[in-house]
């Protein structure tokens, strides 16, 4: 959807992208999808998250201690734009 802003999750090991993920699941609607392609440093899985969960996934994240960046995407101009947030 272009005109949808979303954020994403980007890890470095697998291993901790599907933790996270059951971690998060069970507390907010995220969804794993492929890493985007823009986003270069990362295992290859991410957690998407819609912007109204920013504030709620972010500060979940805090606590943890794996090593993760967050990322937002959103559509500029017809462009999809990614700006890493974390």
């Not at 994403?8 to 992208?17: C, D, L, W, Y």
């Not at 993760?68 to 974390?86: L, P």
């Amino acid at each position: 959807m272009k005109n949808e802003e979303f954020y994403v999750i980007a890890f470095e090991s697998t291993h901790h992208a599907i933790q996270t993920e059951k971690d998060l699941r069970t507390r907010f609607k995220i969804e794993t999808i492929p890493t985007p392609r823009e986003i270069s440093a990362s295992c290859g899985l991410s957690i998407k998250f819609s912007k109204d969960l920013f504030t709620d996934v972010t500060d979940l994240l805090k606590k943890d201690e794996k090593k993760y960046n967050v990322f937002r995407v959103e559509w500029v101009g017809g462009q999809r734009q990614i700006t890493k947030v974390t």
